[in-house]
């Protein structure tokens, strides 16, 4: 069986800076999973995630998303594609609900179809009360959890999340961690990176710890604990194989 997503020696450099940031990535990720993309600062996650979005253009490599090659049909996969970055990427200016029509106009949606959607996802991560509020003028779980529905309301295969519980408080991230398990549930492919490592634990069924964009380690949670004589649980190998020198 054929990964979602195929990644074979990808590489990339920026401009004015000779060194590789991606450095031959060879990654699968099947369809169905919950997949946890991890590592310390600046380890290569963001541009991966970028790349694979066709948000970046790479220099080497294939990237394969659905059966689309990305270097030449990269927008061909914008409908498959939900990306709920770490940043709020959300116009503070604009209500939540306005959010959420400005969203799903991008993706092609309109009339009774953009409203049910809209209603369907402020009510999933119950925002009923705050749906006429500037996100300038919400809490921080509040434009989490909007961030959150403008990714999914196009209803996409695929889902990136980029650190989605940051700075978020414990109602808000049961609330995150309950319905990323329910939509994983239905079949959506899932691609979460976090710096909590007990939240990859208990919500990945497979990781992979990038380090100076290189590939050093992947497996299930269970897998990569068993194979480290001496750690008893995640948090413990990610340390043991990146080490404990601090990242800018």
Known sequence: MQGIIRISNLKKTFKGNPEEVLKGVDLEIFAGEFFGLLGPNAAGKTTLISVICGLLRYDEGHVVVHDIDIASHYRKINQFIGL??????????????????????????????????????????????????????????????????????????????????????????????????????????????????????????????????????????????KNNPGCNDLGQVFIRLTGRELRD
């Open 84 to 225: 709920i970055p770490q940043e709020i990427a959300l116009y503070p200016t604009l209500t939540v609900r306005e959010n959420l029509a400005f969203f799903g106009q991008m993706h092609g949606l309109s009339g009774k179809t953009l409203k049910n959607k809209i209603d369907e996802y402020i009510e999933v991560v119950q925002l009923e009360h705050h749906a006429g509020k500037r996100i300038a003028t919400c809490s921080g779980g509040i434009k989490r959890r909007a961030n959150l529905a403008a990714g999914l309301i196009h209803d996409p295969s695929i889902v990136f999340l980029d650190e989605p519980t940051l700075g978020v408080d414990a109602q808000s991230m049961n609330l995150i961690y309950d319905y990323l398990q329910k939509l994983n549930g239905t079949g959506k492919t899932i691609i979460y990176t976090t710096h909590y490592m007990k939240e990859a634990e208990n919500l990945c069924n497979r990781v992979t710890i990038i380090d100076d964009g290189r590939i050093i380690a992947k497996g299930t949670p269970a897998d990569l604990i």
